[in-house]
């Protein structure tokens, strides 16, 4: 169900970023899509169990897997600059095409 | 060993950050860093026996260099050395060689690392500072170009990063082997990241775009050796999972066709050179086990080629039939079009050779089709007009062009020495057809065809559409 859930997220995103005619609605729908990756990624390190893994005296328990978290770190890292690093440049792009539309923007800058 | 190894991974990313404290040192430094790696990537082929590095543990990075990674590294280091030549007397910034070094570091791990999440952690690197380097003019049109660039790719890295979640789940380890336990799923959305990233088949129409409207010289990277970095995971895949090998062999051949079928009917120099960068990749992928050599002697000619165009009094070869270009500039040309073409002496001919020997019986027509149809398209640059300097309407070259040029030039005709086995009677015969064909073809059919291909499928909504169809598409043929 709740895999499910998570693929529904991405592929939410994905139409976003086909169907949306503007250029900053089509990277938040990135983002939706990414926020569902991420989501995925959780959803397998709870695989096994929910704990938090931490070496202590206290009796093994069902822990949850720290390799997927620790990655996906470093993806929401990457994700998030180059989100940052797109909306700089839709910001230069929106000075001289105030739509933002991305087929105005195509037409502008074709050869 | 295994400690030069890190420090090479790491040294260009290191000098590349020194550099934006030292700004004056930043010409030498790029350099120092790519040379080091040049020493590096031919230090593995004296080596031979290939170095594999678990770092951490079971979980950690995985590097693994061997000769057909020396030749990947090999190639960057060349071009990124050329490139720098070209640029040393130019005004770039501090912040234009930095990009130019960490790309390059990026590069080198994409190439060295061995396992699905290091790999993204690499191409994601390699992306932004490729984006860097597209829009550093900062003009509208540059920034747009880039903008798709990082968009197309980072939605297919999305895929991708499902698909190595997949391989865990089924693993535990993110090492390149655990494809084969994967599910069919698995190898779909991994495939289609690294198929856009890598310029391949329908999935790489982002690529005209991009290397045509970038500056010179970093159309010359971008063509040379960043869509390599998809290129030789596909290739490492289909070498350790024998599943894979016919799937990437049959995307080798698809592309092949596909780019040079778009190549001989463009009419523009820089656009032709990027559909024909489409293509050569088909034939680095078609014959996985020897690819590498393949991807060297591509990435060098591809950036002399992108160098030169860039010099060419214009970009339109209608144009160019009127305005006579300088002869030397026309003899570099000539160099670099007959060695893509195969031509003997030239290392476009040992690489062909040794790529059409490792091929299955199935691909080989296609694959010569697809070379006839190279040396059809740079039939169009051999037979230009050549005029003396004094013609009036010559373009002026950069300064640092003929030392970036001849570097590369002489690398094509050193490299040739590599695979000297290629010189035999029927070896040569079968090259000088298929260049002869080609340029029959091309003076009786193609000369004046004023056929123009559409461009739609290049626009952003279906470069990102096309990546549906082409999941679905990987997703049965690993499954069958």
New interface residues.
Partial sequence: MLEACVFAT?LCG?FG??LKKNLVM??IS?DV??TG?IA??VL?AS?DGLFTPIISDAPNRDYADP??QA?IL??IV??F??QA??LV??M??GR??PTLE?SE??K??R? | MSTITIVWVALPFFLGFIIYLIPKLDKPLAMCGTVVSAVYGVQLFIQQSPLKLQLLDNFGVILLVDSLTGYFILTNALVTIAVLIYCWPSNKTTFFYAQTLILHGSLNAAFACSDFISLYVALEVSGIAAFLLIAYPRTNKSIWVGLSYLFVSNVAMLFYLVGAALVYKANHSFDFVGLKQAPPEAIALIFLGLLVKGGVFVSGLWLPFTHSESETPVSALLSGVVVKTGILPLVRCALVVDEIDPIVRIFGVGTALLGVSYAVFEKDTKRMLAFHTISQLGFILAAPAVGGFYALSHGLVKSTLFLIAGALPSRNFKDLQQKPVDYNIWFALAIASLSISGFPLLVGFGAKVLTVKSLESWQAIAMNIAAVGTAISFAKFIFLPRGAKEGGSVHPTQPGFWPAVILLIVSLIVTNGIYYQAYTFENILKALATIGVGWLAYYFIFKKSTLKLPRVFEQFEHLVGTMSLILILIFWMALA
């Fill in positions: 991405v994905f970023i086909i089509k990277i990135m899509m990414s990756v995925y990624y397998i695989g390799v997927p990655i470093t993806a990457i994700g600059s180059i690093l797109m440049g839709v230069k792009l001289d095409n991305i923007i195509e502008n800058n050869v």
